[in-house]
């Protein structure tokens, strides 16, 4: 007979700040996943909370102040830009041996924002970032299994202690994530690059049809193609405008470069070269096609 | 008892000059409807053609000059570029009484190729888009159900018979496709806004990604908002050389639209302004979700 193995990762009392899709979806998986005794919320919104109580999603509201007594893990989960204010009024309650953690999209802000507002205690900040999310915003949009199968990047600080960044870790993993680490510098340029400008010349997009003097016309015609492409035109403007200052620096790289890119297909256009502007699209298309197959063959499957 | 009403739809010989995505799903489509005697099939690749016979697609493949014999229609879906030569190519053949009409994603260009190419016998061309497609090409991608519930466009000719237009309508619709008409002009300047920019944008983004040193990195850490911004990016190089080239006039406009679009946000975002971006950000995604519940509530469901 096998010994019966009883996990020993459980965290007694989770703060999620800010609970809507990311922050609620990570009490359900923690709950579902039975490593958690109490999910406190903590948020702007009365309303919200009271909808997150309702659904089962936490199990008590509070202020951050109260929240953090006792608390095992603080997870922010608001739109970025609020970090710095969170752990200013977090940092005379924060007790030591509490993990706090972050799941935004940028990484390089947030360590600036704790080292100043968290100051000797900043050692106890352990950077995170899942890689998922879906249109819908808010504690409805919650689903328990939103990280499952995804990625989750661990950007550590030097100052962490390694069973804080283990904790993490496997916070994440029990919510059926896969987590890598990388430097801040390196996950705040890939992110630009894949994530950030992709959002931003969306939004380009569908700002201009929706200024079009023709712009009913326009929707009325518009097929998959512009629905696929415009699907992230639909984010949380909040959030996007917080990720776009956050990680100005990188997005700005990248913006440049893709001016550049853009500019030398209107030249092809302009010009009629047909060859050239076949041979940029035929490298683009064998790259988007491997990694639409590397991802179905692999254990990346997006929801 | 009702009288049984027989369609007096019905096309003895329909020709289909590209037998791939685009002509072997209308192939199909006909077929299913019961409204056409025998395909023809005429492409560049006897291979392809092959495929198409042992698929049942086609009944018959021929050459151009071979499938114009007693055809009711020929339907033109090679890449658009092909269209002046294929044109060119079909006018000592083309016979009185037969209907020539395309599939592309370009009018003004066509027309001014059948007007070249067929001279007096340009009466016979009525020019349309069925907007429908995949990202799969080739004739085993065909879907007899790929045009339900899809729009296609007419830009009529001022010298087209009614009686000539009619037909091309009715045979989109015993496709399953609804029909519109506009004018070339109109035609081209909307789909230059909501297809052709998007394509030539979504390919620039994996352009950008694919040449970057990190590119595996990047590609490895993308996941669902790059997966669909870049979908289109997997479609056909030659089918969208063609298109920017053919289209050239308004899709250049509406790139040095967009390159100002997106110079603004540049600046905003160098300048931090969160306000301004939010404002953008916040009428973009009104727009986008407004349009996605306006299609996903009406018959423009899109596969």
Avoid at 27 to 37: E, I
Avoid at 68 to 79: D, H, K, N
Avoid at 166 to 184: I, L, N, Q
Avoid at 243 to 257: D, G, H, P, S, Y
């Amino acid at each position: 007979m096998r010994p019966v193995i009883v996990s020993a990762l459980h965290f007694s009392r989770v703060v999620i700040v800010g609970v809507g899709l990311i922050g609620g979806s990570l009490a359900l998986a923690l709950k579902r996943a039975g490593v958690v005794g109490t999910v406190v919320g903590v948020g702007r919104s009365a309303a919200s909370l009271q909808k997150a109580l309702d659904l089962g999603v936490i199990d008590e509201a509070a202020t951050l102040a109260d929240a953090a007594r006792g608390a095992s893990v603080i997870v922010l989960c608001a739109p970025v830009a609020q970090n710095f204010a969170l752990l200013h009024a977090l940092e005379p309650h924060l007790q030591p041996g509490t993990i706090v953690t972050d799941a935004g999209s940028t990484k390089s802000d947030v360590i600036v924002a704790a080292k100043t507002a968290l100051g000797d205690k900043a050692a106890q900040f352990v950077p995170a970032h899942p890689i998922a999310g879906r249109e819908l915003n808010g504690v409805e949009a919650a689903l328990p299994d939103l990280y499952v199968g995804k990625k989750t990047v661990l950007c550590p600080l030097q100052e962490n202690a390694r069973a804080d960044v283990a904790a993490v870790r496997a916070m994440w993993e029990s919510a059926g994530a896969d987590c890598h680490v990388m430097s801040a510098v390196q996950h705040d340029a890939v992110f630009a690059a894949v994530s950030h400008l992709p959002h931003v010349l969306s939004y380009a997009l569908v700002a201009q049809v929706a200024n079009a003097e023709d712009a009913a016309l326009k929707l009325d015609f518009a097929g998959g193609g512009f629905r696929d492409f415009t699907r992230i035109a639909a984010s949380s403007p909040e959030m996007w405008r917080d990720i776009c200052v956050a990680n100005r620096e990188a997005l700005l790289r990248e913006l440049q470069t893709y001016q550049s890119v853009l500019a030398h297909l209107k030249t092809l256009i302009e010009k009629g070269d047909g060859d050239a502007l076949e041979r940029i699209f035929t490298r683009a298309s064998k790259t988007r096609l491997a990694w639409g197959t590397e991802r179905a063959a692999g254990n990346h499957i997006e929801p």
